[in-house]
């Protein structure tokens, strides 16, 4: 019940916080400290959010840009995760392969925009791709230090009675090393909803949220709509994060961050 009672006052503690910028952005505003057409009133903004939610081409540009992140973020687990238990088990190829990527990690995926627009085309494509190539690196790290991180206790008793390199692999790697993948792909979600919008915003054409921020930056008094924009890229992420952050308790309730989140198991 204590981490209940966290978790509740932490939730409400971020809901005052909340309440507080956006009753400091309607007071400057509405005191005309700042020039509306820079900072509108924070109930104009949301009054607006909550209008583009009926509008069908707003919600079809929203759709564009959840299947690129989907597709992206996909993509990285599918790259990431086999190659993060071959790094993670077999030394030697880690040994052969990290210069190469710590050569690849430190490049940020939006300088990579041009080189890859010219190879994939200025599409979604593209945009899946960078998503995919940022998304990777918390994925990889994460399965390679939770492998480090599984029972050797358990491996040698899997290996005491004939076990082979495949069936520890799955029977206590794997297992153990989930809630970290896990962790790494709530990580990689935010990222690859960050670059699923700068991508859209850079390219400024197509369909999608970043697309809809960036015309309403060049329209006359659309700071509105753009700030519009920024609520639904914060609320998107903020849905995204709670949905991922219920599912890691729901399926490694055992994890110390989770244990006794749901209720009586801490109090008894």
Same mark, same amino acid.
């Given at each position: 019940m204590r981490d209940v009672r966290a978790a509740r006052r932490e939730f409400?503690?971020? #809901?005052?916080?909340v309440l507080l910028a956006f009753g400091v952005c309607e007071a400057v505003s509405r005191a005309g400290i700042v020039r509306r057409s820079y900072l509108p009133p924070a109930s104009e903004v949301l009054a607006r959010a909550a209008e583009l939610a009926g509008d069908a081409a707003f919600l079809d540009g929203i759709g564009a840009t959840l299947r690129a992140w989907a597709l992206g973020l996909g993509l990285a687990c599918v790259i990431a995760v086999p190659l993060g238990l071959l790094l993670g088990s077999v030394p030697l190829v880690d040994s052969a392969v990290r210069a190469i990527v710590e050569v690849l990690r430190p490049l940020p995926s939006v300088a990579l925009i041009p080189l890859v627009s010219l190879l994939l085309g200025s599409g979604t494509g593209t945009e899946v791709a960078l998503i995919a190539y940022a998304c990777v690196w918390p994925i990889l790290f994460n399965t390679v230090y939770g492998?480090?991180?599984t029972d050797p206790l358990a491996k040698e008793t899997l290996r005491a009675f004939g076990f082979g390199r495949l069936a520890v692999l799955l029977r206590v790697e794997l297992p153990g090393t989930a809630p970290f993948i896990a962790a790494g792909i709530r990580i990689s979600a935010a990222v690859a909803? *960050?670059?699923a919008?700068?991508?859209?915003l850079l390219a400024g054409f197509g369909e999608g949220?970043? *697309?809809? *921020?960036?015309? #309403?930056?060049?329209?006359?008094?659309g700071t509105r709509d753009v700030l519009a924009g920024v609520v639904w890229a914060g609320t998107l992420g903020l849905v995204v994060n709670g949905v991922l952050v219920w599912g890691e308790r729901r399926l490694f309730p055992w994890t110390p961050e989770h244990r006794g989140a749901d209720g009586g198991g801490g109090g008894r």
């Open positions: 409400g503690l971020g #809901a005052l916080g492998l480090g991180e909803l *960050i670059l919008v700068a991508t859209e949220l970043g *697309i809809f *921020i960036a015309q #309403a930056g060049l329209a006359t008094d």
